[in-house]
T-cell receptor, first 109, second 114 residues
Framework: AQSVSQHNHHVILSEAASLELGCNYS??????LFWYVQYPGQHLQLLLK??????LVKGIKGFEAEFIKSKFSFNLRKPSVQWSDTAEYFC????????FGAGTRLTVK | DTGVSQDPRHKITKRGQNVTFRCDPI?????LYWYRQTLGQGPEFLTY????????KSRLLSDRFSAERPKGSFSTLEIQRTEQGDSAMYLC????????????FGPGTRLTVT
């Protein structure tokens, strides 16, 4: 069965710190991978996606993620976070349905 | 506004009552999805439609839950004989035929069963 694991439940960073949020998935077939973000009081928004090609994908607001097939991972990164990046981040895997991880809450102080 | 809309945004009901939620997807999207999200968890897939056909249902969708998309446009999710465990945020999303484009989410309907 498909599953998605996000390693950190809550991450606290200072502004300008670098960010890496872990995501591992369990699925043997072709996968489409996504990161969604949910800002306080807002609905889920697509941050970036991977379905084929270059394993390093760039998304909005300076975020990027790297697909490492051998590790079944799709970690999210940002070189320098801002206070406005405070939000909940969800990794997801899509085949016919979408499986989400439990989310990582990021607080930037 | 061309995004996904959901109605109502909040619903408080007493245990045992029936509730119905509505979702209006992005007009050119033929796929529509329902999810449930509880505090501290990611969204959990419930069901999805391609046009008017309901193609997949999660085991989470007990026989008290029913979803329809009669004309391939808006969708409704009904919960009969609500239980306190049904309290959650119910999310709707839509996508084009190409799954690689990702899904676009609505604001959700927060259900509280007292």
């Amino acid at each position: 069965a498909q599953s998605v694991s996000q390693h950190n439940h809550h991450v606290i960073l200072s502004e300008a710190a670098s960010l890496e949020l872990g995501c591992n998935y369990s699925y043997g077939g072709t996968v489409n991978l996504f990161w969604y973000v949910q800002y306080p009081g807002q609905h889920l928004q697509l941050l970036l996606k991977y379905f084929s090609g270059d394993p390093l994908v760039k998304g909005i607001k300076g975020f990027e993620a790297e697909f490492i097939k051998s590790k079944f991972s799709f970690n999210l990164r940002k070189p320098s976070v801002q206070w406005s990046d405070t939000a909940e981040y969800f990794c997801a895997v899509n085949n016919n349905d979408m499986r989400f991880g439990a989310g990582t809450r990021l607080t930037v102080k | 506004d061309t995004g996904v809309s959901q109605d109502p945004r909040h619903k408080i009901t007493k245990r045992g009552q029936n509730v119905t939620f509505r979702c209006d997807p992005i007009s050119e999207h033929n796929r529509l999805y329902w999810y449930r999200q509880t505090l501290g968890q990611g969204p959990e897939f419930l069901t999805y439609f391609q046009n008017e056909a309901q193609l997949e249902k999660s085991r989470l969708l007990s026989d008290r839950f029913s979803a329809e998309r009669p004309k391939g446009s808006f969708s409704t999710l009904e919960i009969q004989r609500t239980e306190q465990g049904d309290s959650a945020m119910y999310l709707c999303a839509s996508s084009p035929q190409d799954r690689t484009q990702g899904q676009y989410f609505g604001p959700g309907t927060r259900l509280t069963v007292t």
